[in-house]
């Protein structure tokens, strides 16, 4: 994909996830300096405060499902923030977006085992994630992502 699709690609993206948040009752703004978010959403009643980084990836065909890659700077995926960031993996396929993951930067370090001697992800500062889409399942470096599959558990829906 040329850069200017990954600009249209990245921007669509951003705006359907922050769609996402506001139908599920949240409220939603893109900071105006980027250091490491996208978006951030709010709780107005309580005034939870959430980072989001929103990254989308075209599908690439597999002979069985397929596969998405997402670039993640290491030092976002193993710095912690307060509050934390949480990713909002997108993947669009078919003409439309099909899956989207959302975990927290602290899980997404933990499932990656960054830290460990010798790992091959940590040569390149920006590693990239394989995520293979098979039938029902999700899997990155061969450990099973599929509970990360819309898994809006720390941005409960809010009715207004």
Request: with cysteine; hydrophobic share 40%; aromatic share 12%.
């Amino acid at each position: 994909m040329s850069k200017m699709f990954n600009n249209y690609i990245g921007k669509a993206g951003q705006l359907f996830a922050m769609s996402e948040f506001l139908m599920r009752g949240w409220n939603v703004a893109i900071p105006e300096v980027d250091r490491g978010e996208d978006i951030c959403v709010v709780q107005d009643s309580d005034e939870t405060l959430r980072r989001v980084q929103v990254k989308s990836s075209q599908a690439i065909p597999l002979q069985k499902g397929y596969y998405a890659e997402f670039n993640i700077p290491y030092r976002q995926i193993v710095t912690a923030l307060t509050p934390d960031i949480h990713f909002f993996l997108l993947v669009r396929h078919d003409k439309h977006w099909k899956d989207v993951l959302i975990i927290s930067r602290e899980l997404l370090e933990n499932e990656l085992a960054f830290g460990q001697n010798n790992d091959p992800i940590l040569e390149n500062k920006k590693p990239t994630l394989h995520i293979r889409f098979i039938g029902d399942k999700i899997i990155c470096r061969q450990k099973d992502f599929t509970h990360y599959r819309s898994n809006f558990t720390d941005f409960s829906q809010i009715n207004h």
